[in-house]
């Protein structure tokens, strides 16, 4: 009997560490507040640095963080929550705070959501979601709405998972004072 249970602990063990998988549920995530932030370089645009087509974590570094993924531009809640960040843009700014949102929208298709909302910060093109993945923000075709703050030093702050669009900036804005002020 403890023979059998020893080789389902070692085959199960062999298959986790084959598909890559941690033993333990406290390793699952690498995005958990305190972690060093995956690092990452994807295509995207940015209308106030248009001729820039490679984004990295390590443009960031020495600054704050806003980093949002949500489902798809151009539709109503993405929209929403792009143009919640963008009325509080200056507010980051002069917090020294960055926004970035992914998703696997297209470079392209990330033009034209800047150009017709009017949104002045950066977007990132994750077609395949692959960063999304690293951040635990992949649906099968789509990244789930959930957003990172990330310090100066590159480390995870806060999480906020299943974000409500409407309310969700202004609670980012709010939380990186709290946290600049303690």
């Known amino acids: 009997m403890i023979k ?3 080789k389902k602990v070692i085959l199960i ?3 986790l560490f084959t598909i890559n998988l941690p033993l333990f ?11 060093k932030a995956p690092s990452f370089t994807l295509q995207g645009y ?8 490679l984004w ?21 809640g993405c929209t ?18 960055s926004i970035v949102g992914i998703s696997n929208d297209s470079k392209s298709r ?14 990132l093109s994750d077609k395949n979601g692959q960063v999304s993945r690293l951040y635990d923000s992949w649906n099968n075709s789509f990244s789930n709405r959930n957003t990172y703050l990330i310090d100066p030093e ?15 900036p202004k609670e980012v804005l709010t939380k990186l004072i709290e946290i600049i002020n303690t």
Not at 110 to 123: K, R, S
Request: hydrophobic letters at 30%; charged letters at 20%; glycine letters at 8%.
């Open 154 to 168: 590159g480390r995870i702050v806060v999480k906020w998972t299943g974000v409500k669009p409407t309310s969700h």
């Open 110 to 123: 990330h033009i034209n959501f800047c150009n017709e909302e009017g949104l002045d910060f950066t977007l």
């Open 56 to 76: 990295s974590l390590t443009d960031y570094n020495g600054k704050w963080l806003v980093l949002y993924f949500y489902p798809k531009d151009m539709t109503s």
């Open 13 to 15: 063990t062999a298959i």
């Open 4 to 6: 059998n249970n020893l």
């Open 80 to 97: 929403i929550e792009a143009k919640g960040f963008q009325r509080l843009s200056t507010e980051f700014s002069t917090l020294n705070a």
């Open 46 to 53: 940015n209308s106030i640095n248009p001729n820039k087509d």
């Open 25 to 35: 549920a406290s390793d699952i995530s690498g995005t958990n507040p305190g972690k």
